[in-house]
């Protein structure tokens, strides 16, 4: 039995190696909790080494001093406590958030280690053996025994108060590991030797390693770097360790035209030549020059090759799909000629295999030392995404800081969408109108209606210009332009506009709201609610939204045109002007935006008016009718009518005025003659 049980150990031990060098061979992160399971790697090395060596001592007494055999006992049973105290250790940090532990828990939880270290040290131990098992007794090993069983109580008591910050799976495997240890433990304690808990300590490693330090949950395959769980890991250490870092980001703004082009693996190796470029560039940074000479020392030569082995000074973060960043504790003063040499090469072509690829890239720099305000990493990587999204490279410069105007943009940012999700639950929103003026009826026939933020108390006016594209992106557009849209249905069937002689009512839609598949039935509701006939609505689509919304936007369009609406392409001028898809879409209106208009009254512009001229012919070979948006002055009207455009919009007849003051102008108007107005509502 002896014999079987040393066989085991053996081959117990080869198991462990294979799960020890397949640790050791993958890069690490250097958090807490990596540490923690890397004393209980080493410790079980040492442990299952010794255990051998114990064995042997207490074999070949003969031949083995006692002082040498109790020697081998005691490390063999303080490496094994050790191993289990790490585990408590271990999952305390990883149930915290990798938060340091204070050191009244500290000394408190260690108390009982700290006995069992005496104990050990000075304590009996007497063992005997038979020609089946090896059996053990005396003060070390009911120390051992009882330490073990102690901290393993510990470890499923702190599964079951930290089940809310830990996977369900992974609390399984941490009990299955602790409840087969305590097993062998105590099978071991009345009668069965000493053997058992060293499988029982493998297979527990075993679990935790599968479960939790599996190098795929952190490794990014496809870009060769850690990934964004990593990141988030990384960020939450250092910040409640205290230390100031900083980020440098790497964003590819021309991301999708690269998959595009390329596809979406070739698109990766960009983003893997990149990292691999940042890791170069960023490494070679003087070791000597103060004051970077003084931050290394101050970090220490061990800590950083500790930090460079582990990955931390040394790789790069795959943090968003179109962002690389490269995280260190060296001061921003240390980084100067690295973000210069970086600058120059996300300037040049990115080449790999048999591809040369121009990519337009930008730099995005944080120092958490001037960020310093943030309540927790998820604010730092808000503002990492709100860089990337609003920096992008330009001819003179492609490398951006966070500084104290950045801060003020992103929270002026949080405070619109704040009042946007206010306006929403509120229905604080209102409805401005701007009336068109008819040119060949002589009369205002037509008018746009913009929606406004009524709370203008906590930062002013905000422009639908940058609250509409917040509300986009924070997925709130859908709520908003039904709200709008309910209004304005709200007011034309309270003020009977359609007994007034308005002949329709134009809404704009944003890109996404085209695109979304219930809203012919959410605009359908509505009308029914407040029996709006579907013709008395025209829906108005920005050019870009028809570029780039692909087929759903024609499939609605052509459900919502069934039911009776009609549509008009608005801010004409502004994006892609892509003449065959209005040849693909029937439009009954065409709106002329201001950037095509203003030019041509601007002194000496003869290829604006050659522009604007031609545009406006091609529209009425169309057979559309024209509104210009931005008219300002009566010689924009009279040029602008005597070229053909029918509806005319801008100061130089009325502002946006509200619900009220809108129906005073229809009825001061209209005590002239006979008017039909209409109105056109929007975003």
């Known amino acids: ?26 890069k690490k992160l250097p958090l807490l909790s990596n540490k923690c399971f890397s004393v209980m790697l080493y410790c079980t090395a040492v442990n299952l080494v010794f255990n051998i060596l114990k064995i042997y001592a207490i074999v070949h007494t003969e031949t083995v001093t006692p002082p040498v055999s109790r020697f081998c006992n005691q490390v063999f049973y303080l490496t094994l406590i050790l191993v289990v105290v790490a585990l408590y250790w271990y999952v305390e940090i990883l149930g915290n958030q990798q938060k340091r532990v204070k050191f009244k828990k500290l000394a408190k939880r ?85 053997l058992l808990s060293s499988v029982a300590v493998t297979l527990m490693i075993l679990f935790i390693y599968l479960s ?4 795929k949950e952190y490794n990014d395959e496809a870009t060769n770097s850690f990934n964004k769980r990593a990141f988030h890991l990384m960020l939450e250490e250092k910040k409640e360790a205290g230390k100031s870092l900083v980020l440098i980001s790497v964003v590819l703004d021309d991301l999708s035209r690269i998959q595009t082009m390329m596809g979406h693996d070739n698109t990766n190796q960009v983003l893997a030549v990149v990292g691999a470029k940042m890791n170069t560039t ?14 290394r020392r101050k970090i220490g030569r061990q800590q950083q090759k500790h930090m460079a082995k582990h990955g931390f000074l040394s790789s790069v973060y795959h943090t968003r799909s179109n962002v690389m960043t490269y995280l260190t504790e060296l001061p921003l003063s240390c980084l100067t000629e690295p973000l210069e040499a970086l600058s120059r090469m996300i300037a040049e072509p990115v080449v790999f295999d048999h591809f040369t690829v121009a990519i337009k890239a930008h730099i995005d720099v944080i120092c958490t030392e001037v960020y310093r305000d943030q309540e927790n990493c998820d604010e730092i990587y808000e503002m990492m995404n709100y860089m990337a999204a609003h920096n992008e490279a330009t001819a003179e410069t492609n490398c951006y800081f966070l500084d104290a105007d950045i801060i003020a943009r992103k929270q002026r940012t949080n405070t619109i969408e704040a009042l946007v999700r206010k306006a929403i639950e509120t229905g604080g929103f209102e409805i401005v109108y701007q009336p068109i003026y008819h040119a060949s009826a002589g009369q205002f026939l037509s008018a746009e209606a913009l929606v406004r933020l009524a709370d203008t108390d906590i930062i002013g006016f905000v422009s639908p210009e940058e609250f509409i594209p917040i509300a986009e992106k924070k997925g709130l557009i859908i709520e908003l332009g039904e709200i709008v849209f309910e209004k304005v249905c709200a007011f034309a069937r309270q003020q009977q506009l ?24 959410q605009l359908t509701a509505i009308m029914k609610k407040y029996q709006i006939p579907p013709d008395f609505i025209n829906l108005e689509i920005t050019e870009t939204a028809l570029v780039e919304s692909g087929e759903m936007l024609q499939v609605n369009m052509q459900r919502l045109r069934n039911a009776g609406c009609s549509f008009s392409m608005d801010d004409f001028g502004t994006g892609y002007s892509n003449l065959s898809r209005m ?36 529209l009425r070979q169309l057979g559309v009718n024209i509104v210009a948006e931005g ?29 009220a003051a809108y129906l005073s102008f229809l009825a001061a108007k209209g005590e002239g003659g006979s008017a039909a107005v209409s109105t056109a509502a929007g975003l």
């Open 1 to 26: 039995m002896l014999l079987l049980d040393t066989r085991l150990l053996i081959v117990n031990i080869l198991f462990f190696g294979v799960i020890f060098v397949d640790y050791l061979r993958n």
């Open 110 to 194: 260690m108390l009982p280690f700290g006995l069992a270290l005496l104990l050990i040290g000075y304590g009996d131990l007497n063992y005997y053996y038979d020609d089946s098992q090896i059996y053990a007794s005396g003060s070390m090993a009911i120390a051992f025994q009882v330490t073990v069983i102690f901290y393993c109580l510990l470890i499923i008591r702190s599964t079951f108060r930290l089940k809310n910050t830990i996977a369900k799976e992974n609390l399984l495997a941490i009990r299955a590991g602790i409840v087969l240890l305590m097993a062998s433990s105590m099978i071991q304690f009345f009668n069965l030797g000493l």
């Open 212 to 215: 939790f330090e599996n190098p």
């Open 282 to 295: 960023m490494s070679q940074i003087p070791l000597l020059q103060e004051p970077c000479g003084a931050a």
């Open 498 to 521: 359609q007994e007034k002689g308005i002949a329709y009512i134009e809404v704009n839609l944003s890109g996404i709201q085209c695109v979304h598949p219930d809203l012919p039935g």
């Open 583 to 618: 040849a693909e879409v029937v439009y009954d209106l065409v709106k002329l935006d201001k950037s095509l208009i203003w030019p041509c009254f601007e002194e000496e512009n003869p290829k604006a008016t050659a522009i604007l001229e031609s545009v406006i012919w091609m």
């Open 631 to 659: 008219v300002e002055t009566k010689e924009m009207a009279d040029y602008l009518s005597s070229q053909g455009v029918t509806h005319l919009q801008g100061y130089y007849y009325s502002r946006p005025i509200g619900e």
